[in-house]
């Protein structure tokens, strides 16, 4: 059971880290913040989208933060928080491998979202 905030956030990135090969840009990489952003310029509803929020993960107070784009994608998983603008995800103060595990499938499960609506 990891409790420190730093090596949760460090484990969760690292999980994170391969996707920036797989059609995502990193847009923030720091000690306290990764994020993961789609640029597949595409056009929906007559709107130019030039970019995607994909994943973030941060550390903010006393909680490390993963945050997921899940527009056009709904779960009834209880333990997940809305932070508002289409990102949902997980507060975390302590991280076991079942919740890493469970956080890991989240982020394949969007990851897949994303390539069936062609956004990246």
């Known amino acids: 059971m990891k409790t420190d905030l730093v090596e949760i956030f460090q484990t969760i990135r690292a999980g994170v880290q391969p996707y920036a090969t797989r059609g995502y ?3 923030e990489n720091s000690e306290t913040g990764y994020d993961l952003y789609s640029e ?3 056009e929906e509803a007559g709107e130019r989208i030039t970019e995607r929020f994909f994943i973030g993960i941060y ?7 993963v945050k997921l784009n899940t527009a056009e ?3 009834n998983t209880k333990d997940l928080k809305e932070f508002g603008d289409d ?3 997980y507060q975390i103060s302590s991280l ?3 919740k890493l595990s469970e956080i890991q499938t989240f982020i394949e499960i969007i990851h897949t979202n994303f390539k069936e609506k062609e956004w990246i």
């Open 40 to 42: 597949k310029n595409i």
């Open 73 to 75: 994608f709904t779960s």
């Open 25 to 27: 840009t990193v847009h």
């Open 87 to 89: 990102k949902t995800g």
């Open 96 to 98: 076991d491998d079942q």
């Open 59 to 65: 550390i903010n107070g006393e909680v490390v933060e």
